[in-house]
């Protein structure tokens, strides 16, 4: 690393030089990495803008599940889900094998039969995963969207936190499209079953008050949200930390 000597000081890049202060004084040093204009343009680069071209498209369809499940993750999600979405995108991406590389997207790659074991299980916020807040069996109808959980209990089959005095389950059908600039889709949700936190046993049945429009796959999500209960009035628990949301299917 030079030092700059000068007797005028300043700080910027000239030349290829960048100059710039220190707690050491006045450096210089080399400007690194290429240009924009080499990036855009020269041959050398070309596996970059076509992993730059990937990431994307996987980008837009993270923003597209956000948006369209919105009604439900604003209420059961963790601080680091997006770049986990973006992951997830990204391998189902991968899964393409129509298009070129660099035109690999997440349109395509939903269709492959992989596709399913990969998306199958994603849990929005991971510090209460579906499978450890619901300790009873579920299933999915996916040409109806009905999700039953037969014979559960709450106060045995939920890890609940303390200080909870209800569960609130809701399911969701969502349409997606992620082949449209920009993606688009529907959410159609299920009723909601408010159920105490005790022994009595109870078959829930989640049904979607309509069909979702368009084209495109098919998400299938359930939530779980947790809140306390003071004369008639619900109050939330440390901002849905506790709350469990996760895709137990695609259509």
Avoid: C
């Avoid at 240009?35 to 993270?62: C, H, I, M, W, Y």
């Avoid at 688009?184 to 159920?195: A, D, F, M, R, S």
Wanted: glycine letters at 10%.
């Amino acid at each position: 690393m030079a030092k700059h000597k000068g007797v005028i000081r300043f700080t910027g890049t000239i030349d290829g030089l960048t100059y710039y202060e220190s707690k050491y004084g006045p450096l210089v040093r080399k400007k690194a990495g290429p240009s924009a204009e080499q990036v855009k343009k020269d041959p050398a680069f070309k596996r970059l803008r076509e992993n730059g071209k990937e990431f994307g498209n996987s980008g837009k369809a993270t923003k597209t599940l956000r948006a369209v499940l919105m009604p439900l993750l604003k209420d059961a999600r963790d601080y680091q889900v997006t770049p986990r979405i973006i992951k997830l995108m990204a391998a189902i991406k991968n899964l393409d094998t129509l298009s070129a590389r660099g035109e690999r997207n997440v349109g395509n790659g939903i269709t492959a039969p992989a596709a399913k074991d990969l998306i199958k299980g994603f849990d929005f916020n991971e510090a209460a995963p579906l499978y450890r807040i619901l300790k009873k069996p579920y299933a999915i109808n996916t040409a109806t969207g009905v999700i039953s959980i037969p014979g559960m209990k709450p106060k045995q089959d939920l890890d609940y936190p303390k200080g909870a005095t209800h569960a609130k389950i809701t399911g969701g059908w969502a349409r997606i499209d992620f082949e449209a600039m920009p993606g688009k889709g529907e959410l159609i949700l299920t009723n909601q079953v408010i159920l105490p936190l005790s022994g009595v046993l109870n078959n829930v049945v989640l049904t979607p008050v309509a069909l979702p429009s368009g084209v495109g796959k098919d998400i299938f999500v359930l939530q779980i949200v947790f809140f306390q209960e003071v004369n008639g009035v619900e109050y939330s628990l440390k901002n849905g930390e506790f709350n469990a949301m996760g895709i137990i299917g695609l259509g």
